[in-house]
């Protein structure tokens, strides 16, 4: 499959370039109706060439609807509850973001301790390998389709998704936007990864094939003990009550926060300053809640999203409460 890359144009570009100061930034990708950075048009291909093993595990997601938290999750039953290295190994090196090259390259300072090449590093990772990506299901590897790896796949209410984005995007990326116009980028399918909808139709529509677990934020929240034991049984791996009960303390929101491997905390620092958050009460590891996005909606961008929602799930089985 071919792809083409055209960069945003009109009001939505002018968004980007007036928030971070960088011209022709994002781009979107046909087909899929995907929206990246200009740097992943040279790693498609790279991307879609990536070697697939049939142990590794994939968590699949758009961005903000709980991967980090959920990855975690993974990490942690995939090799032991191995807590201190969750407390004090990045995530990133953990289970690194396939495409990390083209999306954190602000950050390439504090990668380079590992990598520079976020495809050479991981092909280089031991097996069993986790690994992360926020890609939707036309670019991955083609070889998960033929070698069908366990995938884990979350979705969340698109509003919560908004305003959990919002603030990741001005807090890491600093995007200087406001709340409306962020909503406008979201809503016409400008934001990094493009339709919310459609990234989640192609993996909700596979929810029955053995290799793919759908995992809904709002019942990870709810049920976290039942979310950790059917993580496990996905993977085949054997869990006792008391590691789901150090599995679910370690990712409360407060213990989340303590711990640089999985807080953020390092890239925010390197974007903002020494103790950024700390000094601010702004976090990478926000608020975990479900409903935030009614304490930053009026009724008439409600009714918007409400519209949106309703015309890419129509005549689909996809609803949110």
């Known amino acids: 499959m071919s792809f083409t890359f055209k960069p945003l144009e009109g009001k939505y570009a002018d968004i980007y370039e007036k928030g ?104 280089s990772l031991a097996s069993p390998r986790y690994i992360k990506t926020h890609l939707n299901y036309h670019l991955l590897p083609t070889g998960i389709r033929e070698v069908k790896p366990k995938i884990i796949y979350t979705i969340r209410n698109p509003k919560d998704v908004c305003v959990s984005f919002f603030y990741h995007s001005r807090l890491l990326h600093n995007f200087n936007v406001d709340f409306e116009s962020f909503c406008e980028l979201f809503l016409n399918d400008a934001v990094f990864g493009g339709n919310i909808i459609q990234h989640y139709l192609e993996f909700w529509n596979r929810r029955h094939d053995s290799n793919i677990l759908v995992l809904r934020y709002e019942e990870m929240l709810s049920d976290t003990r039942g979310t950790v034991r059917k993580i496990a049984d996905f993977m085949e791996k054997p869990i006792s009550e008391d590691d789901i009960s150090a599995i679910e303390d370690f990712l409360t929101v407060k213990n989340m926060r303590k711990h640089k491997g999985c807080n953020g905390e390092p890239f925010v620092e390197m974007k903002n300053g020494p103790d950024y958050s700390e000094k601010t009460g702004l976090h990478f590891i926000r608020q975990g809640k479900v409903g935030d996005w009614k304490s930053h909606m009026s009724p008439e961008m409600v009714k918007r999203f409400d519209d949106y929602i309703e015309k890419y799930t129509k005549g689909t089985d996809l609803s949110f409460d």
């Open 20 to 123: 971070i100061g960088v011209k022709d930034l994002m781009y979107k990708v046909t087909p899929g109706n995907y929206v990246c950075s200009f740097l992943y048009k040279d790693m498609v291909q790279k991307v879609l060439d990536f070697p697939v093993r049939s142990d590794d595990v994939w968590m699949v997601s758009f961005a903000r609807t709980g991967s980090t938290w959920c990855q975690e999750m993974i990490w942690l039953i995939g090799n032991n509850l191995d807590l201190d290295t969750a407390r004090n190994t990045l995530q990133q090196f953990r289970a690194p973001l396939l495409e990390t090259s083209a999306v954190l390259f602000e950050f390439a300072d504090l990668l380079k301790e590992k990598f520079t090449d976020s495809l050479e590093y991981i092909s």
